[in-house]
């Protein structure tokens, strides 16, 4: 069975500070990882999904995200937060061919002006 | 493109009852998976419909059933409710012929049981 681990349900950064959301995940075959979005009393909107080829995925917003198979990891940056990026972060992974997406508990950021 | 779409917004309703929640895919896509998202937690896969039948169920009860029709929309009906079932319950859409299986999802809707 595939899970997904995100270290801190809540994260505190300065605006202009770095954001750095850390997800782990175990997966019996190859995954492909995603990162969503969730603002208040919304849905999930992607930011970055890595399926195949470079290791490092950047998305919309400024995001970008590093797949390093040895450390099962999928870790989300950005350089500088903006007080738009608070809001709740999941980490999901999906197995080659599966049909479900198996997500994280979600990390919630806030921006500190 | 409007996207995925989902209705109603918010439904409230008492122990027992039992509701309906729709979900229409956004153009092109022709899988709809339920996902239920408790407060404070990440969603929870229910169960995927692709060619108008249950492709794939995740760990909940018989009482959660779905039906998808000919337009490829969707819906997601829970019997006998239970205060537990309180959550936000999110469709998401994908094309089946795409290998990765990218899912859009639509804004939720909000289920209070009272």
């Known amino acids: 069975a595939q899970s997904v681990t995100q270290l801190g349900s809540h994260v505190s950064v300065s605006e202009g500070a770095l954001v750095l959301l850390r997800c782990n995940y175990s997966?019996?075959?190859?995954?492909?990882l995603f990162w969503y979005v969730q603002y208040p009393n919304q849905g999930l909107q992607l930011l970055l999904k890595?399926?195949?080829?470079?290791?490092l995925v950047k998305g919309i917003n400024g995001f970008e995200a590093e797949f390093k198979k040895s450390e099962t990891s999928f870790h989300l940056t950005k350089p500088s937060a903006h007080m738009s990026d608070a809001a709740e972060y999941f980490c999901?992974?999906?197995?080659?061919?599966?049909?479900?997406?198996?997500f994280g508990g979600g990390t919630r950021v806030l921006v500190k002006p | 493109d409007a996207g995925v779409t989902q209705s109603p917004t918010h439904l409230i309703k008492t122990r027992g009852q039992q509701v309906t929640l729709r979900c229409s895919p956004k153009?092109?896509?022709?899988?709809v998976s339920w996902y239920q998202q408790a407060l404070g937690q990440g969603p929870q896969f229910i169960f995927q419909?692709?060619?108008?039948?249950?492709?794939q169920r995740g760990n909940f009860p018989d009482r959660f059933s779905g039906h998808q029709f000919p337009n490829y929309s969707s819906e997601l009906n829970v019997n006998a409710l239970l205060l537990g079932d309180s959550a936000l319950y999110l469709c998401?859409?994908?094309?089946?012929?795409?290998?990765?299986?990218?899912?859009?999802f639509g804004p939720g809707t909000r289920l209070t049981v009272l």
């Open positions: 890595y399926t195949t080829g470079a290791t």
């Open positions: 997966s019996s075959v190859p995954p492909y």
């Open positions: 999901a992974l999906i197995k080659a061919a599966g049909n479900k997406l198996t």
């Open positions: 153009s092109g896509h022709d899988t």
């Open positions: 419909y692709y060619e108008e039948e249950e492709r």
């Open positions: 998401a859409s994908s094309y089946a012929g795409q290998g990765y299986n990218e899912q859009f």
